[in-house]
Structure formats: C-alpha cells, structure tokens
C-alpha cells in the first residue's frame, strides 16, 4: 500500500538552540493516519521534491492534529529549515515509518535512551507518552551534549521529571570550560555511567540514538559488555 504524501502547513517554528528549530506542521483537513511514537516523517520542498529528508517525530502519537520534528542546521535541507522556513510555508510530508519504538508493553520495562546532540528528539516524544499515559514504565534518558548551551528540551524534559516519578533526564557535557559552574556530569558516555542507572537487566531494553560512534559504542556496551540479546537494543543512526 502506498504511503500516503499530504502538503502540510508550517503552523510554528520554535527555536530551541541558534542551530536547532521545532517545526510545527498542521495536518491538512480529513488527514488521519495511525503512527506510533518513535517514528520519522520525511519531508521535502514543493520546489524541490526530488531532494527528501527524513526527521524523527519529536511530537508523539498522541499529539493530533500535527508532527513535530526537532531540525538542527546540516545539510542542504537542514540549514534551509533551520535558516529559512516561517510560519505559513508548507512543506511535502510522506507518513510517519520506522520501528525506533518504544516498549511500553507489556508494562514494567526501563527503557534506557542514550542520546548525543540532536539524537535526543526521538526521546522527548518517549517521554511525552509514557508520563501523559501515566505508563508503568520506567523512562532514563543519558544525553550528552558538548556544553550546557547545546541541551535540547531542557525544560521541558525537567518538567516531565516533575511529573512523572519514573522518568529520569541525566546530561553530560564533554567540552565545558573547566572554570565552567555546571555541577552536573562531565566527559563522554561510559559503559560504567550506563551501568549505575541499570538495575533489573532481563527488564532494560537500550536504545541509542545519534551519531554512528554514538550508537556503535552503545552497541558494543549492549551487546558484548552486557552480553544482552540483539532484541533488548534498539538503535538509530544519524551518520
């Protein structure tokens, strides 16, 4: 069956970082498609339609009426986006795809996100669902961002904290100044970092989503550090 292509309206365009843009695109009238949260759209230009980006959902599945995706400047389409696109543009979108999933069943699972950059836009739409649901699922995100200046979502993911007692939102900086205030976590992502936040292996399942070493590491952590089977990692890369 065909995916289905609908001309969408820019209804926002919210700056999180100078480099990274939320667009908000309106589903047209009659548009309903079923999608889970997790999933990627892909866009293009009216002008340019053989040239298509495909962007994770950071809005979730029970965000109707539109897509939100999280778009930092890179690439052709990427620096036009985050440069150039406005409130009343519209852009092409072909319907939501992919198996980046979240397992929230059965419930009871800690699903473990590890995230680099702008990878961490699939997860706002994890969190989203599991603390609206009010879901028996244990959520902890371990972002890691060169500098306090580049968290995407900081807000927002402290409040979900706030609201749901099962979600956790870790960051640690790998290029602060060393006279800088942070108090929080410094250096890369470590296999013993990920190691203090996991307690019940057979219930954890990993996703990583970000950068090829990014994913790669978490991989070799999962799959031959842990010595996990294939099915408790999900990954996500984004070259």
């Known amino acids: ?62 965000d109707r009426g539109f897509y939100e995706v999280t778009v930092k400047r890179d690439g052709k389409m990427g620096t036009r986006i985050v440069d ?14 992919g198996k980046f999933l979240p397992v929230f069943d059965p419930p009871g699972k800690h699903l473990v996100c590890i ?26 995100i371990l972002y890691s961002v060169r500098t ?14 706030q609201e749901n007692e099962r979600f956790d939102f870790y960051v640690t900086c790998t290029r602060l100044h060393p006279d800088d205030p942070w108090t929080g976590r410094r250096g890369r992502i470590t296999a013993e970092w990920v190691k203090e936040h996991v307690h019940d292996l057979p219930n954890t399942v990993f ?18 550090e842990l010595q996990l089977p294939k099915d408790q990692m999900k990954t996500e890369k984004w070259g």
């Open 115 to 140: 995230a680099g950059g702008s990878g961490v836009t699939p997860f706002r739409a994890f969190a989203r669902e599991a603390t609206r649901s009010q879901l028996d699922t244990r959520l902890t």
């Open 84 to 97: 150039w696109a406005k409130p009343g543009d519209k852009l092409w979108v072909i319907e939501p795809a």
């Open 1 to 62: 069956m065909p995916k289905q292509i609908a001309e969408m309206l820019i209804e926002s365009v919210t700056t999180e970082l100078p480099d990274t843009k939320t667009l908000r695109l309106q589903w047209p009238a009659g548009y309903d498609v079923a999608f889970k949260t997790g999933q990627f759209i892909t866009v293009y230009w009216p002008d340019t339609p053989s040239y298509k980006r495909a962007y994770s959902l950071s809005s979730c599945a029970l």
């Open 148 to 161: 306090t200046n580049d968290i995407i979502f900081h807000d927002e993911f402290k409040q979900l904290e």
């Open 207 to 224: 996703y990583a989503c970000g950068t090829t070493e990014l994913v790669e590491a978490t991989e070799h952590l999962v799959l031959n």
